[in-house]
Nanobody, 115 residues
């Protein structure tokens, strides 16, 4: 059974930091891309950051310079270090894993940034 379990969300003041972590289990093949998406109320889910198995990264323009994504291929984990958080970063954050043509999602973790 495939599972992606996120942790690390919470409430933080603007300018603060949070670190999200995601552990994938039950995936029988190598994970190609791991990433983080977010969805704010009334908005579509959007890519925040992604990282390939080889370490190439991609960030949304709105988080460049503030967020850093990293992964551990041996442990099938991905993390998102979020610094200088802004109220507009408030959303449910979802972990994503791409395996061949399949995409797996975590259950989401709430991040709330107060002004």
């Amino acid at each position: 059974q495939v599972q992606l379990v996120e942790s690390g969300g919470g409430l933080v003041q603007a300018g603060g930091s949070l670190r999200l972590s995601c552990a994938a289990s039950g995936i029988p093949y190598s994970i190609n891309v791991m990433g983080w998406y977010r969805q704010a109320p009334g908005k579509q889910r959007e890519l925040v950051a992604a990282i390939s198995r080889g370490g190439s990264t991609n960030y949304a323009d709105s988080v460049k310079g503030r967020f850093t994504i990293s992964r551990d291929n041996a442990k099938n984990t991905v993390s998102l270090q979020m610094n200088s958080l802004k109220p507009e970063d408030t959303a449910v954050y979802y972990c994503n894993a791409e395996v061949m043509a399949l995409r797996y999602w975590g259950q989401g973790t709430q991040v709330t940034v107060s002004s």
